[in-house]
């Protein structure tokens, strides 16, 4: 059973307009949150996150939102531009190893067209 | 900025053939991972490795060994190759927590 889960596959929004991703997990220890963006024949890269101790984060054209109650994020983004087209990966993470690290899971991914 | 470097991007394996996909690191990262992409799948972790010297099986580890080399390099073998195998293996590094997961480019790997 997927733990991290973005029911949309895909998702098209015209140039301009706001492209609202959505992700929601069923682990209630998840605790850190991201949004990394992937372009085809290219490595995820990370866009965005947020800790369990907010509930929103912002950055440039960029915000994410997380509601613990629903156990509901989402990513925003405002104006859209074609650049932004991409797969968009939501990712989780509750456990901490020794203080070194931690383990990441990611959702299947929405693939995001913004339409010029 | 080199990152998180993997070789080879593309490899084409016989089924039962074996290989070692090689991952580096230059950012003095502590965890280091093996996840592969598979349509609809999202990513899928395989193996982790916490720390130098310590290694785990992710979700999907079955017909995979990986290595900790040393604190910069991880490697995932696969011994006997099986068409199952065939999708896209992204090493990736992390930090303290808190801190973001790096990815490398990506390797493409088809078994015939």
């Known amino acids: 059973d997927q733990q991290v889960k973005q029911n949309s596959p895909s998702l098209s929004v015209q140039e301009g307009r706001i492209s609202i991703l959505n992700c929601d997990y069923t682990n209630s220890m998840f605790d850190y949150f991201l949004w990394y963006k992937k372009y085809p024949a290219e490595g995820p890269t990370f866009l965005i996150s947020?800790?369990?101790?907010?509930d929103k984060n912002e950055d440039g054209r960029f915000t994410v939102f997380l509601n613990k109650s629903a156990k509901h994020l989402s990513l925003h983004i405002v104006p859209s531009q074609p650049g932004d087209s991409a797969v968009y990966f939501c990712a989780a993470s509750a456990e901490v190893w020794d203080n070194y690290g931690q383990n990441f899971v990611f959702g299947p991914g929405t693939r995001l067209s913004v339409l010029p | 900025n080199a990152g998180v470097t993997q070789t080879p991007k593309f490899q084409v394996l016989k089924t039962g053939q074996s290989m070692t996909l090689q991952c580096a690191q230059d950012?003095?990262?502590?965890?280091m991972y093996w996840y592969r992409q598979d349509p609809g799948m999202g990513l899928r972790l395989i193996y982790y490795s916490a720390s130098e010297g310590t290694t785990d099986k992710g979700e999907v580890p079955n017909g995979y060994n990986v290595s900790r080399l040393n604190k910069r390099e991880f490697s995932l073998r696969l011994e006997s190759a099986a068409p199952s195998q065939t999708s896209v293996y992204f090493c990736?590094?992390?930090?303290?927590?808190?801190?973001?997961?790096?990815f490398g480019e990506g390797s493409w790997l088809t078994v015939v």
């Open positions: 950012m003095n990262h502590n965890s």
């Open positions: 947020i800790s369990s101790i907010k």
């Open positions: 990736a590094s992390s930090g303290v927590f808190g801190n973001t997961i790096y």
